[in-house]
């Protein structure tokens, strides 16, 4: 049975219980939400052929550290990376390395800055240089679906609305919704509950209540949604080498809606252009 409990009150660590967070919370994802949007914002110059995702993962690092902040992904369960670069047929957790990005490429770059014990976790797409139209038209679905996913969000729903949102809209686009990774619960853990499904039904799921906070980050395959994981025991890959894309939003439920807590401060979460 689902239980949910007041966050000022719950003991700091996953006990499957739902947190429901109140004003401090919701002000101090707002604050390390807003330095992770940033850093995202800023990455649309660095991202252009010939950069490594290892000099993307050292910029990421230096914008945290120059703000006090530190990667969460940083020696977590022992990845030793600051950031998850996934490029092309990369569903998730690509791992930066001394490879240059190629003309025609698209990244998702995912960063989540740790601040005071509160966790900013957000994602985008990237096109570097010039892509095709059907890589930018997979970003356009994913980022369409990540929208109707978040209007889906209110109390008294099921978080399965988020899902069926997604997956409805992006099956009659021709593509995939992901199912081996979901959205999460997060605040003062990385990882919390509940899961986010990103398809399934609007009856599905637990109840979405006033406090809560979690992602919603769609993973979208041009192709079929069947994915595996590599032999470094993170690099998720589409089965079928399909593109795939994805974006991410950390959002709290208010009492009429949500609140999205990354949203770009330059207003452009959403770009198919490279700088």
């Not at 966050?7 to 401090?24: F, V």
Request: net charge negative.
């Amino acid at each position: 049975m689902v239980t949910y409990v007041n966050a000022d009150s719950a003991p700091i660590k996953y006990t499957g219980q739902i947190k429901l967070y109140g004003p401090e919370g919701f002000a101090a994802m707002r604050k390390v939400c807003a330095i992770t949007s940033e850093c995202l914002d800023a990455l649309n110059d660095i991202v252009k052929p010939g950069v490594t995702t290892n000099e993307i993962d050292r910029f990421v690092f230096e914008f945290g550290a120059d703000r006090g902040v530190v990667p969460a992904t940083l020696n977590y369960r022992g990845y030793t990376k600051s950031s998850c670069t996934s490029i092309n047929h990369v569903v998730c957790h690509g791992i930066p390395d001394d490879k240059p990005l190629r003309e025609g490429d698209i990244v998702n770059i995912d960063i989540t800055f740790l601040q005071d014990g509160w966790y900013g976790d957000s994602s985008r797409m990237y096109a570097v240089g010039q892509i095709k139209r059907a890589a930018e038209r997979l970003m356009e679905v994913t980022y369409e679906s990540l929208l109707r996913g978040i209007a889906a969000v209110k109390p008294g729903a099921k978080t399965g609305a988020i899902g069926a949102a997604i997956q409805s809209y992006v099956e009659s686009e021709r593509c995939s919704a992901v199912r081996d990774f979901c959205g999460h619960g997060v605040g003062q853990l990385f990882h919390d509950a509940p899961n986010i499904l990103h398809y399934g039904k609007a009856t599905d799921g637990v109840e979405m209540r006033e406090g809560m906070i979690f992602t919603i980050e769609p993973m979208i395959n041009l192709g079929k949604p069947d994915v595996k994981v590599l032999k470094d025991g993170w690099t998720a890959v589409t089965r079928d080498r399909s593109l795939t894309a994805q974006y991410e939003h950390t959002i709290g439920v208010t009492k009429d809606g949500c609140e999205i807590f990354t949203l770009s401060p330059k207003d452009i979460f959403y770009t198919t252009t490279s700088k």
